[in-house]
């Protein structure tokens, strides 16, 4: 791809962080996802502190301002009304000043934070915001640890499908088959009429997250007895290894700015983890499972979530064993990379998590894979990413063997990865 194109691709992302700013927080995409999402913020400020660090930094700010007093952060802040997204704020009914959900998402705020530091220009900017960020992310992984891992094992358990990002993965089916449907009632979905259905979760699956819902709320939201309390207890090692890695990047920006004693508990935490990674890896598949906390027993699927513990430093020889197992997904799908394997019956290469390419993904691979020396692999993975946007454009996600666009259209953090990967 040579100067010009760079140049049009990072125009058009700018106009999409643009198009989707909303002063102090960016949407996704106007109309599917009409307000603040965890994750997507933290990644997305990656991409605006290329044009403006101030407003990077408010990004995850005004997300953390709206951290529950347990220490939770919630996966969705609905800061304005608008009815075109289902189940909204009187669904959750949490009773926070602002409303949130109930649930939170994959942890990446100490590694954008740390980024954010790190490429910092202004470093008064940057010293005062992480000042004020640090503790707070601590507070969230202290409560990780206290309510999704009452065992002490080091792993820590997703109790909703939506809190991994990856809402419909084969990685839940056996799982989730276990959660009722009873009792949910008549609702009309939203998403159906923003995005193809084909694209989406099933009637099927949507009844269920809802019951999961009800569940939670009919519990006044109390994490101290919402683990134990749910029949949905996965260890998901993509979600673990984020936490991981977002520990250990917090640890070392905590220490730059003095405040050992986070720097200390966050390292532990790391450590402790990193150990107890290991015991999710899958020798048959060549990566690591999930583990169904509920039925004790590892999960038969070969998903994205097992290649994302590369953003973790694992051992050298599972990173390499990472890289061998994309380039094998890699002979059947024509973009990088699946989000599940395209031999396996259940991939759909269309239906969101269950096989279609995601730019989020492939940038924590390609970061993770370049750290543990997989340089080659790394590339390509970034090379292939910029294809798909220059085949489909700035899409929610991709048909990983088409390159067509699914999901929504215009998405934020597809171009906050673009500018990642052209800088």
């Known amino acids: 791809m040579n100067h010009e194109h760079h140049q049009t691709l990072w125009k058009q992302a700018c106009d999409i962080l643009d198009l989707n700013d909303r002063g102090s927080y960016t949407v996704p995409t106007k109309g599917l996802y009409p307000f603040q999402w965890n994750w997507d913020s933290c990644l997305t400020a990656l991409g605006q502190s290329?044009?403006?660090?101030?407003?990077?930094?408010?990004?995850?700010?005004?997300?953390?301002?709206?951290?529950?007093?347990?220490?939770?952060?919630?996966?969705?802040?609905?800061?304005?009304?608008?009815?075109?997204?289902f189940p909204g704020p009187d669904v959750w009914s949490t009773g926070r000043p602002v409303p949130t959900s109930g649930i939170t998402q994959p942890p990446v705020a100490g590694f954008c934070v740390n980024r954010l530091y790190e490429r910092a220009k202004d470093t008064s900017l940057a010293i005062q915001q992480a000042s004020t960020l640090v503790p707070q992310i601590n507070r969230w992984h202290h409560w990780f640890y206290?309510?999704?891992?009452?065992?002490?094992?080091?792993?820590?358990?997703?109790?909703?499908?939506?809190?991994?990002?990856?809402?419909?993965?084969?990685d839940w089916d056996d799982a989730f088959e276990r959660v009722p449907t009873d009792g949910v009632g008549s609702y009309v979905r939203r998403d159906t009429t923003h995005a193809?259905?084909?694209?989406?979760?099933?009637?099927g699956q949507y009844d269920r997250y809802l019951w999961l819902l009800q569940h939670?709320?009919?519990?006044?939201?109390?994490?101290?007895?919402?683990h134990d309390a749910s029949p949905f207890q996965v260890v998901d090692p993509g979600f673990n290894a984020l936490l991981i890695r977002s520990c250990t990047d917090l640890a070392t920006l905590a220490d730059a700015i003095g405040m050992t004693d986070i720097a200390?508990?966050?390292?532990?935490?790391?450590?402790?983890?990193?150990?107890?990674l290991d015991s999710l890896w899958s020798d048959q598949h060549g990566q690591y499972v999930c583990f169904d906390r509920v039925a004790n027993c590892a999960i038969d699927s070969a998903s994205i979530g097992g290649l994302i513990p590369a953003v973790a430093s694992i051992p050298k020889h599972r990173s390499n064993a990472i890289a061998q197992r994309i380039d094998?997904?890699?002979?059947?799908?024509?973009?990088?990379?699946?989000?599940?394997?395209p031999e396996d019956g259940r991939f759909d290469a269309d239906r969101y998590w269950r096989g279609p390419a995601w730019l989020i993904i492939n940038y924590?691979?390609?970061?993770?894979?370049?750290?543990?020396?997989?340089?080659?692999?790394?590339?390509?993975?970034?090379?292939?990413?910029?294809?798909?946007?220059e085949n489909g454009g700035f899409a929610e996600y991709h048909?990983?063997?088409?390159?067509?666009?699914?999901?929504?259209?215009?998405?934020t953090w597809t171009a906050a990865m673009v500018m990642e990967f052209l800088s």
Not at 146 to 170: F, M, Y
Not at 216 to 226: G, I
Not at 404 to 409: E, I, R, S, V
């Open 364 to 389: 924590l691979l390609a970061d993770g894979l370049a750290h543990a020396g997989e340089t080659a692999m790394s590339k390509r993975i970034i090379a292939s990413s910029l294809d798909l946007i």
């Open 146 to 170: 206290q309510c999704r891992d009452p065992k002490g094992t080091g792993l820590i358990a997703l109790l909703h499908p939506w809190e991994a990002g990856r809402d419909n993965s084969v």
């Open 399 to 411: 048909d990983p063997i088409s390159g067509d666009p699914c999901g929504g259209a215009s998405f």
């Open 196 to 203: 193809n259905p084909e694209h989406r979760p099933t009637q």
């Open 264 to 276: 200390e508990q966050n390292r532990q935490r790391a450590a402790k983890a990193l150990t107890a």
């Open 50 to 85: 290329h044009i403006n660090e101030e407003r990077a930094w408010r990004e995850i700010q005004t997300l953390f301002d709206n951290q529950w007093p347990d220490g939770m952060v919630p996966h969705i802040v609905f800061h304005e009304h608008d009815d075109g997204y």
């Open 216 to 226: 939670f709320r009919s519990l006044d939201w109390d994490n101290s007895v919402l």
């Open 328 to 341: 094998r997904i890699s002979a059947h799908s024509r973009f990088l990379v699946a989000s599940h394997d």
